[in-house]
């Protein structure tokens, strides 16, 4: 069983940045952010593949927010900047379980493993 374990949320002021890393206990493929508003559906951020590194980004992130990973430390890490009210939510990482070629999943049903999740906040 994978534990993905987030950290790095926090308040910040519109226009600053935030970097979140999710660091995975054991052997993960495919890995994803998805955030969550209060009363919205859980929604696809961004992804980057498990072997050659290739990303997708949700239209309303791209330019502004960027995914990595570190296999030898089996991280994952989103950069987010000038980042604007609307993207307060809580922001979990998500693990595949299966060796995937693209396109990415972008549902929830596509990840076997998730995080409990960091809060981000930006303030107006």
């Known amino acids: 069983q994978v534990q993905l374990v987030e950290s790095g949320g926090g308040l910040v002021q519109a226009g600053g940045s935030l970097r979140l890393s999710c660091a995975a206990s054991?052997?993960?493929?495919?890995m994803a952010w998805f955030r969550q508003a209060p009363g919205k559906e859980r929604e696809f951020v961004s992804a980057?593949?498990?072997?050659?590194?290739?990303?997708s980004a949700a239209n309303s992130v791209k330019g502004r927010f960027t995914i990595s990973r570190d296999n030898a430390k089996n991280t994952v890490y989103l950069q987010m900047n000038n980042l604007k009210p609307e993207d307060t939510a809580v922001y979990y990482c998500?693990?595949?379980?299966?060796?995937?070629?693209?396109?990415?999943?972008?549902?929830?049903?596509?990840?076997?493993?998730w995080g409990q999740g960091t809060q981000v906040t930006v303030s107006s």
């Open positions: 054991g052997r993960t493929f495919n």
């Open positions: 980057i593949s498990w072997i050659e590194g290739s990303t």
């Open positions: 998500a693990a595949d379980s299966t060796p995937r070629t693209l396109p990415f999943r972008t549902t929830t049903d596509g990840y076997a493993y």
